[in-house]
């Protein structure tokens, strides 16, 4: 069984993975580091999702990275030019050769003693074991499972005859071409797909039980467009990801104080770009407030045009079961279905599924509370990557990787070893994630909680965000630094 040590070993080789290495090379390149990756390839999500139309539902200029400009034209990109993306800066950084492919993490074991990391990983080319010795362990493996996507247990599946594919494994081999399409979900994923499907496809219907808030914008960003032409892609660029981040914190801010007035500017939206007479409270008005779930931008509009012009409709009802040839609905409808796509979600999984154990004690993380939204109460020398919910996933990455890069520069000048957050004073505590979807509340008591104020709350506020994590003391109440070998053991149990 093979061992070695890194200073820093990075779980995930994905959009989080690749910056926070490139971050590490930046601002403390004497460390050395490894990601460890469960697929055979860079890119994580992107990689990993290759259906119709996959792209991005947060501009580039804040999923992409602060030190890297994104250049290409579109500001709302599809899946493969961020996958290049993603793979050019770890080729430009060099973090592609340090890459270990096929690693899947399944254990992590933290000694006070020696302040170590012994990480367990499975070879999935070579079925063996691999074990690697850490001081700092770095998790960028999102917070959902690769392997397995959620699909309800719908009546009468066995008798359908037709296609049935999740969108988290699309078969490269499957046509769609002049094919009837019924796409279930209402979800980002399914206001993607189905304009994508609808331009080849003899018809596409997205079946959803109840609707989204969808948002039209423009696919480029006209005042990028236009600073570019002036400027340098390095000075433009942070110009236009600030403008970005105030004025969607501005919008998410504005929903949470107003969503009334928000429910009306999303209706008109929509109405704008219906048919005349389109049963819009029916099909595009949903029960909950904007932001109690993400909005789901469709570029250009193109899920309305696509509606509008006849090649696609919406249906809202609910599955009674399958049939041999389609769906039949609790209404008595029935949609005839070559190909059935279940855009019905995913299932989540904290840390990608590994065991933590501190000097002996086996963690729960359910009971572990997050400190900055990025370390966990009690578990020594461990960040996770968790973005935000109502912002581009890379913002909090890119702050999270900064903070990781603080800490250890404080380590090396003070001389000590170990960093523990500490658990918050008082009982209460709040989920980790705050949205209402279904995705989300089928997992979340399994995952880490936050309090109720800072250090221990996520806030999703950008702006709030670069002060406390970039500026912020990292002595606080929070947290505790100390020697190797000097580490209380009862801090497992904190």
Not at 93 to 120: C, K, L
Not at 316 to 338: K, M, N, Q, Y
């Given at each position: 069984?093979?061992?070695?040590?890194?200073?820093?070993?990075?779980?995930?080789?994905?959009?989080?993975?690749?910056?926070?290495?490139?971050?590490?090379?930046?601002?403390?390149?004497?460390?050395?580091?490894?990601?460890?990756?469960?697929?055979?390839?860079?890119?994580?999500?992107?990689?990993?999702?290759?259906?119709?139309?996959?792209?991005?539902?947060?501009?580039?200029?804040?999923?992409?990275?602060?030190?890297?400009?994104?250049?290409?034209?579109?500001?709302?990109?599809?899946?493969?030019?961020?996958?290049?993306?993603?793979?050019?800066?770890?080729?430009?950084?060099?973090?592609?050769?340090?890459?270990?492919?096929?690693?899947?993490?399944?254990?992590?074991?933290?000694?006070?003693?020696?302040?170590?990391?012994?990480?367990?990983?499975?070879?999935?080319?070579?079925?063996?074991?691999?074990?690697?010795?850490?001081?700092?362990?770095?998790?960028?493996?999102?917070?959902?499972?690769?392997?397995?996507?959620?699909?309800?247990?719908?009546?009468?599946?066995?008798?359908?005859?037709?296609?049935?594919?999740?969108?988290?494994?699309?078969?490269?081999?499957?046509?769609?071409?002049?094919?009837?399409?019924?796409?279930?979900?209402?979800?980002?994923?399914?206001?993607?797909?189905?304009?994508?499907?609808?331009?080849?496809?003899?018809?596409?219907?997205?079946?959803?039980?109840?609707?989204?808030?969808?948002?039209?914008?423009?696919?480029?960003?006209?005042?990028?467009?236009l600073l570019r032409r002036w400027l340098p892609a390095k000075a433009a660029y942070p110009v236009v990801r600030w403008k970005n981040v105030v004025l969607g914190t501005a919008s998410y801010q504005f929903s949470r104080r107003a969503p009334g007035l928000m429910k009306r500017v999303l209706r008109r939206a929509a109405r704008s770009r219906l048919p005349v007479g389109y049963d819009l409270d029916r099909h595009f008005a949903p029960r909950y407030n904007p932001w109690d779930q993400r909005l789901c931008v469709v570029p250009d509009g193109d899920l309305f045009d696509a509606v509008r012009a006849g090649r696609a409709s919406v249906v809202t009802d609910t599955v009674d079961t399958f049939t041999e040839h389609g769906i039949r609905l609790a209404s008595g409808a029935e949609l005839p279905a070559d190909i059935v796509v279940t855009a019905t979600g995913l299932n989540?999984?904290?840390?990608?599924?590994?065991?933590?154990?501190?000097?002996?004690?086996?963690?729960?993380?359910?009971?572990?509370?997050?400190?900055?939204?990025?370390?966990?109460?009690?578990?020594?020398?461990?960040?996770?990557?968790?973005?935000?919910?109502?912002?581009?996933?890379?913002?909090?990455?890119?702050?999270?990787?900064?903070?990781?890069?603080?800490?250890?520069?404080?380590?090396?000048?003070?001389?000590?070893?170990?960093?523990?957050?500490?658990?918050?004073?008082?009982?209460?505590?709040?989920?980790?994630?705050?949205?209402?979807?279904?995705?989300?509340?089928?997992?979340?008591?399994?995952?880490?909680?936050?309090?109720?104020?800072?250090?221990?709350?996520?806030?999703?506020?950008?702006?709030?965000?670069?002060?406390?994590?970039?500026?912020?003391?990292?002595?606080?109440?929070?947290?505790?630094?100390?020697?190797?070998?000097?580490?209380?053991?009862?801090?497992?149990?904190?």
């Amino acid at each position: 069984m093979a061992c070695d040590h890194v200073d820093v070993l990075i779980v995930g080789a994905g959009l989080s993975g690749v910056g926070a290495a490139c971050h590490l090379q930046r601002d403390r390149p004497g460390r050395t580091y490894a990601l460890l990756e469960a697929r055979d390839a860079i890119g994580g999500t992107w990689d990993l999702f290759r259906y119709p139309g996959v792209r991005s539902d947060s501009d580039m200029f804040t999923l992409g990275y602060a030190f890297k400009p994104w250049t290409d034209p579109k500001s709302i990109a599809d899946g493969d030019a961020i996958r290049a993306y993603v793979r050019e800066t770890a080729r430009e950084y060099g973090v592609d050769r340090h890459i270990r492919f096929r690693h899947r993490v399944v254990r992590a074991a933290w000694d006070s003693a020696t302040a170590r990391w012994t990480v367990h990983a499975h070879r999935e080319d070579t079925g063996e074991t691999v074990e690697l010795t850490c001081g700092f362990l770095y998790v960028c493996s999102g917070y959902y499972r690769y392997d397995a996507g959620y699909t309800p247990a719908f009546p009468g599946l066995e008798r359908y005859t037709g296609r049935l594919v999740h969108p988290q494994h699309w078969p490269a081999d499957l046509e769609h071409d002049g094919k009837r399409v019924v796409v279930i979900g209402s979800g980002a994923t399914a206001v993607t797909l189905v304009p994508a499907m609808a331009e080849r496809a003899a018809h596409v219907t997205m079946l959803q039980r109840s609707p989204t808030y969808i948002i039209p914008l423009p696919s480029r960003d006209r005042f990028a467009d236009l600073l570019r032409r002036w400027l340098p892609a390095k000075a433009a660029y942070p110009v236009v990801r600030w403008k970005n981040v105030v004025l969607g914190t501005a919008s998410y801010q504005f929903s949470r104080r107003a969503p009334g007035l928000m429910k009306r500017v999303l209706r008109r939206a929509a109405r704008s770009r219906l048919p005349v007479g389109y049963d819009l409270d029916r099909h595009f008005a949903p029960r909950y407030n904007p932001w109690d779930q993400r909005l789901c931008v469709v570029p250009d509009g193109d899920l309305f045009d696509a509606v509008r012009a006849g090649r696609a409709s919406v249906v809202t009802d609910t599955v009674d079961t399958f049939t041999e040839h389609g769906i039949r609905l609790a209404s008595g409808a029935e949609l005839p279905a070559d190909i059935v796509v279940t855009a019905t979600g995913l299932n989540l999984l904290a840390l990608g599924g590994m065991a933590l154990t501190v000097d002996g004690v086996e963690v729960d993380l359910s009971r572990r509370v997050a400190y900055k939204g990025m370390m966990l109460s009690g578990v020594p020398n461990l960040a996770m990557t968790v973005g935000y919910t109502n912002a581009s996933w890379t913002l909090k990455a890119d702050l999270v990787a900064t903070y990781v890069c603080r800490l250890l520069r404080h380590l090396d000048r003070t001389g000590q070893q170990i960093v523990t957050p500490l658990p918050p004073p008082g009982e209460e505590r709040v989920p980790l994630i705050d949205l209402q979807a279904g995705y989300v509340l089928r997992s979340l008591e399994s995952f880490p909680k936050q309090g109720v104020s800072a250090p221990w709350r996520l806030y999703q506020n950008y702006p709030r965000d670069v002060l406390l994590m970039r500026h912020g003391r990292l002595t606080d109440s929070g947290v505790r630094f100390a020697r190797a070998g000097s580490q209380e053991r009862s801090a497992s149990r904190a």
